[in-house]
């Protein structure tokens, strides 16, 4: 059952990842990637990475989905279509793609993977509470913080821009 699962959710990720990239209206687009990420939380579900699927579904499909949709209806008007790809491009992307493929199974067939019985570290709410809101050695917050205004300045600027360029029109 547990296979089956696993095949759902890598289609699931490899047809909406491909619909992200090729569809010529944005919000879809936002839309395909909710799916994706929605389907990746599924994924870390399935390992047991319980945390990790969390945090994937709050910060990334919750929040940063959230944010670009805001951003897009904020900037861009509903109906407009972005342009379609030429040809040669789609081409050349189809081969990147394929040869950054060929790359990684082949790094990965290279790499000498070796099983390891490793014991599991003690942890509890209270470690994991301490290490995320920690400053200090191995804390979360700084980063967090540092990221978090880069993606607001970012944020920002893409609506200034934008607005600017609509005015303009």
Known sequence: MEKLIFYILAAVILVFSVLTVTSRKILRAAVYLLFVLVATAGIYFLLNYNFLGAVQLTV???????????????????????DPVKPIKGITAALLALVGAAVSIFAMSQYPFTARTTEEAP???????????????????????????????????????????????
């Open 60 to 82: 990334y499909s919750g929040g940063i989905v959230v944010l670009i949709v805001f951003a897009i209806l904020l900037t861009a008007h509903m109906e407009h279509k972005l």
């Open 123 to 169: 942890y509890d709410i209270e470690m994991i509470g301490t290490k995320l809101l920690s400053y200090g050695e191995n804390g979360y917050v700084l980063p967090f913080e540092v990221i978090s205004v880069l993606l607001l300045a970012a944020m920002v600027a893409a609506i200034i821009i934008a607005k600017k360029s609509v005015s303009n029109d």
